[in-house]
DNA sequence: TAGATTGTTAATCGATTAACAATC
DNA sequence: TAGATTGTTAATCGATTAACAATC
C-alpha cells in the first residue's frame, strides 16, 4: 500500500482534506476528529478514517488527528510537497483580487507572474508582482518552471489564454470563469461554475 | 419516474449538463452529442445518456441532443426554470468582477442588491446596482424574493457575512474564497477551493 | 474509570463501463 | 444505404453506511 496509484475518487478527497486542514491549522487549531472533517466536506466519517487508515495510522483514538502531521502526510501521500508556481492571466479587477488573496499561497502555490493584452496595463504592478505581456508568457513559463495557470480574463478572451498557455507548455489549467475551453487530451482544464453549483443546492432547497 | 426525488449524484450531474449546455448555446451549437458533453463534462458518456433517457427521449440517434430543448427539459426536471435572485456580498474588486460577469445571467440568476460594511463604498454604483450598508439586508432579501447569498469579501469577514446572510433568511450560500464557513444545518454553503482542485490535477500529472 | 474517537468489517447502493440493437 | 448516435442491458467497481471492538 502507499505506493499504488491513487483512484480519481481518493485522490480527489485527499486533496479536499489537506483544503480543509490548511484552513483549520491557520484558525489555530491542531486537532480534528473525522466528524468535524466530515461536517466541513460533506463526505461521510467513516469513508473518511477509510481513506486515511489505508496509507497509516495517522489519529488517535478518542481524540482525532493531529492537524500539522496530517497535512504533512497527505501532502506526502499526494506528492505534493514542494512550491508550484502558477502564471496569473489577466490583471484586471479579477486577476488582482486573485492575486492579493492568499488562497493559493496558503496551499503551497505561488503567483511568479502575471500576463495581460492590454499595453496600458503591462508594466503597472500589482502588489509585487509587475504585468508582463502575453508574448513574454513562454520565456517566463521556462525560466521559473510554472505548470499552473490561472485564467482570470474576461469570457471571450479566455480560449485565447488557455491556447497561449498550452502553447507554452502549461498542462494544468484554472478557468475563473465559466466559459468553454477546448484543450488536447493531456491537459486539465478546471473551470468554475458557481451558477452550476447553485441550480443543484437550490434543487434540493425547493424539494 | 420524472416525479420521484432526486439523488444527489443525478442531480449534481443535470446541474452540470445544464451549465454545458448554457455555454454551449451562447457559442451558436444548436445540437450536443453525449459524446461532446462527455468531453466538457468529464462524465462518461453512457452516463450521460442513461441519465437524460430516464426521464424521456430527448435525444434523436444518429444526430444528438436538441440544446435548447434540453436546457428546457433539464431545468422543468431540477424545477429551476424561473429567475433566481441573487444578494452580493462585498463590492471590492472581486464582488465588482463578479457583478460585472454574465456567470449568473446567463443561468437565469439575478444580481438583486449589492452589501458592503465598509461607509466609503455604500451609496456607489457597480454597474446599475448601488452598494447598501449590511444593515439593509434583511429588508432587502425580503423585498426582492432573494434566496442566494453570494459572499466576496476577504476572508476574515466571511463569516461574519454569511452570518448576516443566514440571520436575514438565506440557505443557500456560495463563497468566492476558501475560507471555513460554520452554518446551522439547513444551510448550505459552497466555498471555492481552486487550490484543492490543482493539488488534485498535480497528483496525476506528477505521476 | 468513563467518554470519545479511531480503525475495520460487512452489507448495500449507486456509478462506471462495454457492448450493441434500434433508429435517425 | 451508410454512418452516427441514442437508449438500454448486464456486469464490475468503488462509495456509502451502520456497527462495533480497540484504545487513547
Redesign the interface.
Same mark, same amino acid.
Given at each position: 500500500m502507499g505506493s499504488k496509484?491513487?483512484s #480519481?475518487g481518493v485522490?480527489?478527497r485527499l486533496?479536499?482534506y489537506?483544503?480543509?486542514l490548511?484552513?483549520?491549522r491557520k484558525?489555530g487549531r491542531s486537532v480534528i476528529s473525522s466528524q468535524a472533517l466530515s461536517g466541513?466536506s460533506g463526505i461521510n466519517s467513516t469513508q473518511i478514517r477509510r481513506d486515511l487508515s489505508s496509507f497509516g495510522r495517522f489519529g488517535k483514538r478518542g481524540v482525532g488527528y493531529n492537524v500539522d502531521n496530517l497535512i504533512a502526510s497527505i501532502k506526502e501521500i499526494?506528492?505534493?510537497s514542494g512550491r508550484?508556481n502558477i502564471a496569473l492571466m489577466g490583471s484586471?479587477?479579477?486577476g488582482?483580487?486573485i492575486a492579493?488573496?492568499?488562497?493559493?499561497m496558503? #496551499?503551497?502555490?505561488h503567483i511568479a507572474a502575471m500576463f495581460d493584452v492590454d499595453p496600458a496595463r503591462v508594466g503597472k504592478y500589482v502588489g509585487l508582482l509587475q504585468v508582463q505581456h502575453v508574448s513574454e508568457l513562454k520565456q517566463a513559463v521556462a525560466d521559473n518552471n510554472i505548470?499552473?495557470g490561472?485564467i482570470a480574463v474576461p469570457?471571450e478572451a479566455v480560449q485565447d489564454s488557455a491556447d497561449a498557455l498550452i502553447e507554452a507548455g502549461v498542462?494544468?489549467i484554472?478557468n475563473y470563469?465559466?466559459?468553454?475551453v477546448d484543450a488536447p487530451p493531456g491537459t486539465?482544464v478546471?473551470s468554475?461554475?458557481?451558477?452550476?453549483?447553485?441550480?443543484?443546492?437550490?434543487?434540493?432547497?425547493?424539494?
Open positions: 496509484r491513487l #480519481h485522490a480527489a486533496s479536499r489537506l483544503q480543509i490548511a484552513q483549520t484558525a466541513y499526494l506528492h505534493t508550484h484586471g479587477k479579477l488582482s483580487a492579493d488573496s492568499d488562497m493559493f496558503d #496551499h503551497g502555490f505548470i499552473v490561472v469570457s498542462r494544468i484554472f470563469s465559466d466559459a468553454l486539465t478546471h468554475l461554475s458557481p451558477a452550476g453549483e447553485l441550480l443543484y443546492a437550490l434543487y434540493f432547497y425547493l424539494a
